[in-house]
């Protein structure tokens, strides 16, 4: 993951395609890994004690792998920047799920891919086409229809959890968008994702004051389930997340995400027991249909237009 192997591409590979699957499905077992944890820990005492974990477990990658991390680059400043974002996206996440279901959560956080569409059209250049923009609804239409049930049941504080969640859902593309902007984009990932830990950590700590007891019932499976998003969810999938990230377009990718909450409603359904339907299966179809039409090729021109 050096920056002498790294080839920019300028669309989503199959490669690329099957590790976002990969991290996407990951992503979404998280959704259990977390529901368990938060039966032992408050929630914001999770994400700063997963960060700071996941701090640990990357710095012993880089150590072992020879990554130079510190040197005059250039990236203090816009890496403080994108740490603060990541401590507000979690801080929103999570605050908001006081309020508001998991399933309005996930489907607002996860609103994300539109933000970056737009954002990486005046930001970064990457032309937003009627096709992307098509594919794109499709996708969303999908992950609606997951939560068709649950979006209108709307209680008196579910609002405020809502708007949280959305901020959340901003907060992750500004993030992806000041990456792939600035001088991070040239950094390694492992750099880029030590300064969002690191920094993130130490700005959400002092929300823990605000918040109830920071430990529940901390039982063997909480436990586990900490240590399973500090280390394999924080510590691999981000590595690889940012590594993607500056190698493909943004965009393509992160229309992926939307695979995240269909992943987390089967896992649900599976570990948990959660009730499974007809909408699931319907609404992977809507997934993979407008993932295709996001990232299917632009065909190309004929001899005659050369």
């Known amino acids: 993951m050096t920056d002498a192997a790294l080839d920019r591409r300028d669309g989503v590979d ?24 938060n039966h032992g820990f408050d ?35 816009p890496g403080i920047v994108v740490g603060l974002l990541f401590g507000a996206e979690f801080a929103c996440i999570f605050i908001g799920l006081d309020y508001t279901s998991v399933g309005r959560s996930a489907l607002l956080v996860n609103t994300m891919p539109f ?58 593309a500004v993030t992806i968008l000041c990456i792939k902007r600035g001088r991070l984009n040239s950094a390694s990932a492992e750099k880029v994702l030590l300064y969002q830990l690191a920094v993130s950590a130490v700005a959400t700590a002092p929300l823990l004051l605000l918040s109830g007891p920071v430990v529940r019932d901390a039982g063997g ?20 997340w940012f590594w993607l990230m500056r190698r493909y377009p943004a965009a393509g990718l992160s229309s992926f ?19 499974l ?19 299917r090729p632009a065909r190309a021109r004929s001899l005659s237009d050369a």
Request: with cysteine; charged share 10%.
């Open 115 to 172: 933000w970056v569409l737009v954002g990486a059209h005046f930001v970064l250049g990457e032309r937003m086409t009627g096709r992307k923009l098509a594919g794109l609804v499709l996708a969303f239409g999908g992950v609606t229809l997951v939560f068709s049930d649950k979006l209108g049941r709307i209680g008196p504080d579910m609002i405020k959890g809502d708007l949280l969640s959305l901020a959340g859902g901003i907060f992750w």
């Open 221 to 240: 499976l909480a436990t586990g389930a900490l240590l399973f998003q500090a280390v394999y969810i924080v510590g691999v999938t981000y590595v690889i």
């Open 257 to 275: 995400t939307f695979l995240t909450p269909a992943f987390g409603v089967l896992c649900g359904g599976v570990l948990l027991g959660e009730p």
């Open 43 to 77: 929630p914001l005492f999770v994400s700063v004690v997963r960060s700071a974990i996941a701090c640990v477990v990357v710095l012993l990658w880089c150590r072992l792998r020879g990554i130079r991390l510190f040197g005059n680059d250039g990236t203090l400043v």
């Open 14 to 37: 199959a490669a690329a395609a099957a590790l976002m699957v990969l991290l996407t499905f990951s992503w979404g077992l998280n959704g259990v890994a977390g529901k368990l944890a």
């Open 277 to 295: 339907s007809w909408r699931i299966f319907a609404a992977l179809a809507l997934i993979a249909a407008g993932l295709f039409v996001v990232n």
